[in-house]
C-alpha cells in the first residue's frame, strides 16, 4: 500500500494535463486551512488522485505565497512545502484546505511590466525541485507554515491537543518581527461579544479582568480568560484580529495594547526564517529539514 501511495503520487504530480481551478485567497498564512488537520489520523490513502497539479497551478500559488523579492533558496523551499501540501489532498490523506492562488491573468494585471521576470523567478523554483516532496514514513507531511515565527516555531499539540512528530518546536531567532496593535476597551469587547455573548466585563476596568491562564513552549497563548469568559489564544488572535497569538496585553486610557510577535500561527515552516536562513547561506534542503523534523526529501521520476 505504500508502494501504492508513492507510485499515486508520482501520477498525481506529473501528468500536466488538467489545471486545477484558482481562485482569490489572502495572506501568506496557512493558519485558517489548519483547522482540517484535526481530521488527519496517518491512515493510507483511499481512491484515485483527487486533482491533477501542472506547473500553472504551483507557480500561481507560489505567487500568493510568498513574494518574488525572497531568496531563490526560500522560494525553492516555498514549492517543495506547496507541493507536498498538495500531494497529501491528491491522494486523499487530507480532503480540506486546498491552496490557492493567482491565475495567469491575474499575475499579469498584478506585475504588468515585471510579469515576465517575475514569473520566472517561480518557474526556477518550481523546475529547480522537479518532483520533491517531504515525507515522513512513507507519506508527503501536512507540510504546515506561517509567515513569521516569535523567535521560536511552535509544537502542532499547542493547538490541536495530537503530537505530530515533524511539527515540533524549534528556535527560529532569525524572526524579528512584531507588531502593535491598539484597540478601545469597548470595541475588543464588542468583538469578542461577537462569539461570546455571555460575556460580562466592567469596560471601564477590562485590562483588570484579563488574565493569560496557560502559554506554551514558545511563549503563544493557549488560554486566556476575559472577565467570565475562557478563549483559547487562536480565538482571540482571530476575534481581536491580531498578526498572532503570542502577545502581551496592557492598558493606555481608554485602549488596550497588544504587544504581538511573530504572524500566523506559528507551526512549521517559517517563510521569514527560511529567507533569512537562505540569506546566511544555507539551501532549500536543510532549511527544510531545520524547521520540519525527522523528515525525508525524495525525488520521484517516471519508471518507464
Given amino acids: 500500500m505504500k508502494e501504492y501511495l508513492k507510485s499515486a ?51 500561481g500559488i507560489l505567487a500568493k505565497e510568498i513574494p518574488y523579492t ?23 490523506i487530507q480532503s480540506k484546505g486546498a491552496l490557492k492562488g493567482y491565475s495567469v491573468e491575474e499575475m499579469k494585471a498584478i506585475w504588468q511590466d515585471d510579469y515576465d521576470k517575475n514569473y520566472a523567478i517561480y518557474k526556477a523554483a518550481v523546475e529547480s525541485t522537479y518532483y520533491e516532496m517531504i515525507f515522513y514514513d512513507n507519506q508527503p507531511i501536512e507540510a504546515l507554515y506561517h509567515s513569521a515565527s516569535a523567535g521560536k516555531t511552535r509544537n502542532a499539540a499547542s493547538i490541536y491537543n495530537k503530537d505530530i512528530p515533524y511539527l515540533q518546536s524549534v528556535d527560529s531567532k532569525v524572526d524579528h518581527i512584531s507588531k502593535q496593535v491598539r484597540l478601545t476597551k469597548g470595541k475588543t469587547t464588542e468583538l ?76 512549521g515552516l517559517s517563510q521569514n526564517g527560511a529567507n533569512e536562513l537562505a540569506k546566511q547561506g544555507m539551501n532549500y534542503k536543510d532549511i527544510i529539514k531545520y524547521y520540519y523534523t525527522d523528515v525525508m526529501i525524495e525525488k520521484y521520476e517516471i519508471q518507464n
Fill in 9 to 59: 503520487a508520482i501520477i498525481g504530480l506529473c501528468l500536466f494535463l488538467i489545471p486545477m481551478i484558482i481562485v482569490y485567497a489572502s495572506g501568506y498564512d496557512t493558519g485558517k486551512l489548519l483547522k482540517t488537520i484535526e481530521d488527519a489520523n496517518g491512515e493510507e490513502a483511499h481512491g484515485a488522485p483527487l486533482d491533477i497539479i501542472n506547473e500553472e497551478t504551483l507557480i
Fill in 70 to 92: 525572497y531568496e531563490e533558496e526560500a522560494i525553492k523551499v516555498q514549492a517543495v512545502v506547496t507541493r507536498t501540501y498538495m500531494a497529501r489532498r491528491i491522494l486523499g
Fill in 192 to 267: 469578542i461579544k461577537t462569539k461570546y455573548p455571555e460575556l460580562i466585563v466592567d469596560i471601564g476596568t477590562l485590562e483588570n479582568q484579563i488574565q493569560i491562564i496557560e502559554k506554551d513552549e514558545a511563549d503563544y497563548v493557549k488560554s486566556i480568560q476575559v472577565g467570565n469568559v475562557t478563549l483559547k489564544g487562536e480565538e482571540i488572535k482571530e476575534l481581536l484580529d491580531l498578526p498572532s497569538s503570542c502577545f502581551k496585553v496592557y492598558s493606555s486610557g481608554d485602549e488596550l495594547i497588544f504587544d504581538v510577535r511573530g504572524i500566523g500561527q506559528g507551526i
